[in-house]
C-alpha cells in the first residue's frame, strides 16, 4: 500500500479541465517536500511532468499545472487531449522512511 | 544528454540473487546527483527501492531493505544492485534513474524486466 494516495481512475472529455490529487501525511507532503508528477503513457518509460516547487524539465505544455496544499498536492490538465491518456504518479520524499515514495497511480482516461 | 542503461539476467531462480548494473554515459556518475532504482510490475504501480549518493550513502525502502545492496562503481560509472532471495514478487521491470537530492527522476534508463521463475 502506497503512502501517498491517488485515485485510480479519472476522466473527462476533450478540453475539459481534470484534476489528480495526492494525499499524503506530514512527514513527506505536509514535511514541505517537493512532490513530482509522471507521466507514464502505455509501454513506455515514466516522464518526469512537473513539480509542485514549479521545477521540472523544459518543454511540458502548461496545460499541466501542479499544486500543494497541506498534506496534500494535485496534478491539473486543462484543455484535455486524446494524447493526455496515460497513467500519472506522484512522487515524494519521506522523512520517516529515509527515502523517496510514489503514489499508487491513476489512470487517466479521455472520453 | 545523460543517459542510462540497465543491464543483467532476464529470468533469475527463486531464493537467488538479483543482480543489475546501470551503466550512466553522458556525464561522470560521481556528480553532484542521486541514483536510483525503481521497479514496475507489470500492470501496477511504481515502487521505489532505493538510492545511493556519490558518497556512497545511501536509503533504502524498508520493505526491502534486509535483502538489498546498492553500490557504486565509479571506474566505471556505473551503480548496481543486488536483491537476495528473491521470489515471484520481485518480477518486474527494473529501471535505475537519476535525480536531485529533492528533486524528480528527470533521467531514466529504459528498463530491463527481470522474471523470477524455476
Known amino acids: 500500500q502506497s503512502v501517498l494516495t491517488q485515485p485510480p481512475s479519472v476522466s473527462g472529455a476533450p478540453g475539459q479541465r481534470v484534476t489528480i490529487s495526492c494525499t499524503g501525511s506530514n512527514s513527506n507532503i505536509g514535511a514541505g517536500f517537493d512532490v513530482h508528477w509522471y507521466q507514464q503513457l502505455p509501454g513506455t518509460v515514466p516522464k518526469l511532468l512537473i513539480s509542485?516547487?514549479?521545477n521540472g524539465p523544459s518543454g511540458v505544455p502548461d496545460r499541466f499545472s501542479a499544486s500543494r496544499s497541506g498534506t496534500s498536492a494535485s496534478l491539473a490538465i486543462t484543455g484535455l487531449r486524446a494524447e493526455d491518456e496515460a497513467d500519472y504518479y506522484c512522487?515524494?520524499?519521506?522523512?520517516?522512511?529515509?527515502?523517496?515514495?510514489f503514489g499508487g497511480g491513476t489512470k487517466l482516461t479521455v472520453l | 544528454q545523460v543517459q542510462l542503461q540497465e543491464s543483467g539476467p532476464g529470468l533469475v531462480k527463486p531464493s537467488q540473487t538479483l543482480s543489475l548494473t546501470c551503466t550512466v554515459s553522458?556525464?561522470?556518475?560521481?556528480?553532484?546527483?542521486?541514483w536510483s532504482w525503481i521497479r514496475q510490475p507489470a500492470g501496477k504501480g511504481l515502487e521505489w527501492i532505493g538510492r545511493l549518493y556519490i558518497t556512497g550513502s545511501t536509503n533504502y525502502n524498508p520493505s526491502l531493505k534486509s535483502r538489498l545492496t546498492i553500490s557504486l562503481d565509479t571506474s566505471n560509472n556505473q551503480f548496481s544492485l543486488e536483491l537476495t532471495s528473491v521470489t515471484a514478487a520481485d518480477t518486474a521491470m527494473y529501471y535505475c534513474?537519476?535525480?536531485?537530492?529533492?528533486?524528480?527522476?528527470?533521467?531514466w534508463g529504459p528498463g530491463t524486466l527481470v522474471t523470477v521463475s524455476s
Open positions: 512522487q515524494s520524499y519521506d522523512r520517516s522512511l529515509s527515502g523517496s515514495m
Open positions: 509542485t516547487s514549479g
Open positions: 553522458g556525464g561522470p556518475i560521481s556528480s553532484g546527483f542521486y
Open positions: 534513474a537519476r535525480s536531485t537530492g529533492g528533486g524528480g527522476y528527470e533521467y
